[in-house]
């Protein structure tokens, strides 16, 4: 039986990747995203790029809205049979000075990179304790433990988000579910309006992120890597 993932987020950049190798590992795979049309569009490259057509489906769904993540994630049980991972990509940052950074742009990032997960994860622990276990990983950020200029709102949320990925491990733990949070630096992507290819030499790429999903997932039933930190191997140097 093939094994049924929910990534958040996963119609582009990390969220992608993180989809696409699951894919490859012949998982079921779900996506959300934020409009009909990047879902549509999200579907569709993963179909074409996995000639998987009949393992990837996708929802439209804000996770800051619990309705939307519920309905959503009622919906793959309903429709796949069930769940077995889930995968915390969805994200957003705004880099800006806090004197500069209005009170909707904090809601924003706090309700999408912290809040969103809490409703997310909310969700699907009633599924996988009834599929007797399964796995929740959750994609934070190096930022988390290094607070830089412009990122208060993006690193508060994401050292929240490993705060509460901790906690979530230690509660669930004995209900088979395990609970690993992977923090990745620097990545080759497009996120907060940077040209996806700005750094492409030195930096992380979206696949290096979904190998470290992926590795997890093989682990055996009795380790739990909680925390892994993911690094370029050789940034510019200072």
């Keep these: 039986m093939a094994r049924i993932s929910l990534v ?4 582009r950049g990390i969220g992608f990747a993180v989809a696409s190798a699951l894919l490859d590992a012949g998982d079921v795979v779900a996506v959300t995203g934020t409009t009909d049309d990047t879902v549509r569009q999200g579907v569709d490259a993963l179909r074409a790029k996995s000639g998987a057509a009949d393992r990837v489906m996708g929802f439209s769904c804000d996770v800051r809205q619990p309705a939307m993540v519920e309905a959503a994630v009622r919906q ?5 049979g069930g769940l077995d991972v889930l ?4 994200g957003v940052g705004i880099g800006a000075p806090v004197a500069d950074l209005s009170h909707d742009e904090w809601q924003r990032i706090i309700g999408t990179n912290l809040s969103g997960v809490f409703h997310c994860c909310k969700a699907v622990i009633p ?4 599929r007797g276990g399964g796995w929740i990983i959750t994609i934070s950020s190096l930022s988390s433990t290094a607070p830089f200029i412009g990122g208060a709102a993006y690193c508060a949320s994401k050292a929240g988000l490993n705060a509460f990925t901790e906690s979530l491990m230690q509660e669930l733990r004995h209900d088979n579910i395990r609970v690993s949070v992977v923090l990745p630096g620097s990545v080759a992507t497009g996120f907060s309006g940077r040209p996806a290819a700005a750094g492409a030499d ?6 290096d992120v979904a190998r470290a999903v992926v590795d997890l997932l093989r682990y055996p039933g009795h380790s739990l890597p909680s925390r892994i930190e993911l690094r370029p191997s050789r940034p510019p140097q200072r």
């Excluded at 599924?127 to 009834?130: A, D, E, G, V």
């Excluded at 030195?202 to 696949?207: D, G, I, T, Y």
């Design 87 to 90: 995968v915390n990509c969805a």
């Design 76 to 80: 793959l049980v309903t429709t796949a």
């Design 8 to 11: 958040t987020g996963g119609t």
């Design 202 to 207: 030195w930096k992380l790429q979206p696949e």
């Design 127 to 130: 599924h996988l304790r009834q």
